[in-house]
T-cell receptor, first 114, second 111 residues
Framework: EPEVTQTPSHQVTQMGQEVILRCVPI?????FYWYRQILGQKVEFLVS????????KSEIFDDQFSVERPDGSNFTLKIRSTKLEDSAMYFC????????????FGEGSRLTVL | QKEVEQNSGPLSVPEGAIASLNCTYS??????FFWYRQYSGKSPELIMS????GDKEDGRFTAQLNKASQYVSLLIRDSQPSDSATYLC???????????FGTGTLLAVQP
């Protein structure tokens, strides 16, 4: 069964360092999303991406965040200068271009900022 | 601010019983409603979707939608210990059909 894959599964970094989280969405999906979940809190929307550009972003997604689709398969989230409060699980999700809206999530990347 | 509200629980039910999970949402224009299951430390897993008023059944799961009351529910029949997880209600919203999640209800099925 097709699935969304994410790497790394866990990354530990020092505050102020840059981090890149990688995702391979399901191959025929065209909408891509990043969500985050701080431990014990809700799953929060960060950004959506379609047709090689950001289509919507939340107020969490400030200038330190960026997304890119560098090739035909990968979708990345970059955090330029990590802060302690960036520690969270980051989930990539993708969906078809249809009206069902069903999102399929990857297993997540746990980011720990020290 | 579009909101999705859930009772955080925990909801404790004995094995074999029916678990009833509830959710309300604030955005009247939402058209798609989802229930995800999330085990501790894992990613959300889609278990049910519902788009029109009424009931939708899939195996032991039944989703119920009432758009007039802005209310979605999930019934789990014959609950099993393996159903113990956090159940996330999600509602579509915004221009890109992003999902807005509730805080989730922790379900504990007691053997």
């Amino acid at each position: 069964e097709p699935e969304v894959t994410q790497t790394p599964s866990h990354q530990v970094t020092q505050m102020g360092q840059e981090v890149i989280l990688r995702c391979v969405p399901i191959s025929n999906h065209l909408y891509f999303y990043w969500y985050r979940q701080i431990l014990g809190q809700k799953v929060e929307f960060l950004v959506s991406f379609y047709n090689n550009e950001i289509s919507e972003k939340s107020e969490i997604f400030d200038d330190q965040f960026s997304v890119e689709r560098p090739d035909g398969s990968n979708f990345t989230l970059k955090i330029r200068s990590t802060k302690l409060e960036d520690s969270a699980m980051y989930f990539c999700a993708s969906r078809l271009v249809d009206n069902t809206g069903e999102l399929f999530f990857g297993e997540g990347s746990r980011l720990t900022v020290l | 601010q579009k909101e999705v509200e859930q009772n955080s629980g925990p909801l404790s039910v004995p094995e074999g019983a029916i678990a009833s999970l509830n959710c309300t949402y604030s955005d009247r224009v939402s058209q798609s409603f989802f229930w995800y299951r999330q085990y501790s430390g894992k990613s959300p897993e889609l278990i049910m979707s519902i788009y029109s008023n009424g009931d939708k059944e899939d195996g032991r799961f039944t989703a119920q939608l009432n758009k007039a009351s802005q209310y979605v529910s999930l019934l789990i029949r014959d609950s099993q210990p393996s159903d113990s997880a956090t159940y996330l209600c999600a509602v579509n919203g915004g221009a890109t059909n992003k999902l807005i999640f509730g805080t989730g209800t922790l379900l504990a099925v007691q053997p």
